[in-house]
């Protein structure tokens, strides 16, 4: 492996590291029915949860964009989305299958029915960005090969 597609993958991993510590955390803070702080100034009425999962939410997608980007900028030949989709090996979705149940638990236990729809979608958005990001390392690491 080159030193180029090698500094990829390893900056993908802590991209990914972030992501999965996004998760937890975000489910954690529901659970505890903690404050949050949100780094989005949003001015709607808007529930804590809703807040938190708002601002999950950009975090998450922020660190698919860079997934996506760097996969493509490190690889010889262009892949598929369906392709870096199926280098996703399933061992790497164990996190993101606990996060996903920790937020059914969540959106059982939450008050407000937006906030049970909001907590699932998220954690099913979670999931799908997470067989992306993990994709895209995969896919650098076989395209070294």
């Known amino acids: 492996m080159n030193s180029q597609k090698k500094a990829a993958v390893i900056f993908l991993g802590v991209i990914n590291i972030m992501n ?21 100034p ?10 938190l999962l708002l601002n999950f939410a950009v975090v998450v997608v922020i660190m698919l964009l860079i997934s996506i980007v760097t996969a493509y900028l490190a690889t010889d030949i262009p892949y598929s989305p369906l392709e870096i989709i199926s280098n996703c090996a399933g061992i790497f979705m164990v996190i993101p299958a606990a996060v996903f149940v920790a937020a059914v638990f969540n959106a059982v236990n939450a008050e407000i029915t937006a906030d ?15 067989v992306i990001n993990f994709g895209c390392i995969l896919t650098v690491k076989e395209d070294a090969e």
């Open 20 to 40: 999965l510590a996004a998760g937890i955390i975000t489910e954690l803070k529901i659970a505890l029915d903690s404050d949050v702080t949100s780094i989005i």
């Open 42 to 51: 949003i001015k709607a009425e808007m529930t804590v949860n809703q807040i």
């Open 116 to 130: 049970k729809v909001w907590i699932i979608l998220s954690a099913a958005f979670y999931v799908i960005a997470n």
